[in-house]
T-cell receptor
Framework: DAGITQSPRHKVTETGTPVTLRCHQT?????MYWYRQDPGHGLRLIHY???????DKGEVSDGYSVSRSKTEDFLLTLESATSSQTSVYFC???????????FGPGTRLTVL | QKEVEQNSGPLSVPEGAIASLNCTYS??????FFWYRQYSGKSPELIMF????GDKEDGRFTAQLNKASQYVSLLIRDSQPSDSATYLC???????????FGQGTRLTINP
C-alpha cells in the first residue's frame, strides 16, 4: 500500500465547530487531493495541491480551506462545520497529476 | 450534467459470466481514463487505466475506450464473488492534473 494515512479516522462534531483533517504521505508525491464521498455522488474533489503552498479549488470547495506547508502533509479545514458536510473524506496522492492516484483509508465525519 | 456519467446500478451478474461496466464522458479534451474498485467501507483502488482507442487487457479485466463515441467500458471475465464492489470511472482533465469521477456502479456477482 502507498504510504498514506489520514487522521482522525472517525470524528463526530457539532454544527458550528471548526474541524481539521490531516493527510500524511511518505511517498514524496507532488500532488495531493481531498475528496468527499456521498451516496449517489461518487467522489467529488474539494481541493488539491500541486506543491508546497500551491493549492487550487475543486468542484465542491465552498466551506472548506486547505493548507500544505510540507510535502508530506495536506490539511483540510472546515471553519464552521455544517450538517451538509457529514461525509466520508478521502485523501489521495499522485506523482504525476491525477495519473494513478492512491487513496488513503478515509475519515468518516459526522456533524450533528 | 456531470462530466463523467455511470449507471449507478446495482448490476447483478452470475458467477462465471462477463460483467460489463460502462461510462460516458462529455469533455472531448479528456485523454486518459481510470477504473477504480471500491469495496464496501474501504478506499478506492486503481485497477486499470487506458488512454488509447481500443482495448487494453490485464488478466480477467479489459478496458475499452472509444473516443469518437466518448465511451469507456470495463469488462470482467469469469466474474467471481470477490469482484462484488463499486466500480468508479474517472477521466483526467487535460491540463488540470485532476480527475473527474462518475457516480460509480455497484456490481454484485451472484454465486
Amino acid at each position: 500500500d502507498a504510504g498514506i494515512t489520514q487522521s482522525p479516522r472517525h470524528k463526530v462534531t457539532e454544527t458550528g465547530t471548526p474541524v481539521t483533517l490531516r493527510c500524511h504521505q511518505t511517498e514524496n508525491h507532488r500532488y495531493m487531493y481531498w475528496y468527499r464521498q456521498d451516496p449517489g455522488h461518487g467522489l467529488r474533489l474539494i481541493h488539491y495541491s500541486y506543491g508546497v503552498k500551491d493549492t487550487d479549488k475543486g468542484e465542491v470547495s465552498d466551506g472548506y480551506s486547505v493548507s500544505r506547508s510540507k510535502t508530506e502533509d495536506f490539511l483540510l479545514t472546515l471553519e464552521s462545520a455544517t450538517s451538509s458536510q457529514t461525509s466520508v473524506y478521502f485523501c489521495a496522492i499522485s506523482e504525476s497529476g491525477g495519473f494513478e492516484e492512491f487513496f488513503g483509508p478515509g475519515t468518516r465525519l459526522t456533524v450533528l | 450534467q456531470k462530466e463523467v456519467e455511470q449507471n449507478s446500478g446495482p448490476l447483478s451478474v452470475p458467477e462465471g459470466a462477463i460483467a460489463s461496466l460502462n461510462c460516458t464522458y462529455s469533455d472531448r479534451g479528456s485523454q486518459s481514463f481510470f477504473w477504480y474498485r471500491q469495496y464496501s467501507g474501504k478506499s478506492p483502488e486503481l485497477i486499470m487505466f487506458i488512454y488509447s482507442n481500443g482495448d487494453k487487457e490485464d488478466g480477467r479485466f479489459t478496458a475499452q475506450l472509444n473516443k469518437a463515441s466518448q465511451y469507456v467500458s470495463l469488462l470482467i471475465r469469469d466474474s467471481q464473488p470477490s469482484d462484488s464492489a463499486t466500480y468508479l470511472c474517472a477521466g483526467l482533465i487535460q491540463g488540470a492534473q485532476k480527475l473527474v469521477f462518475g457516480q460509480g456502479t455497484r456490481l454484485t456477482i451472484n454465486p
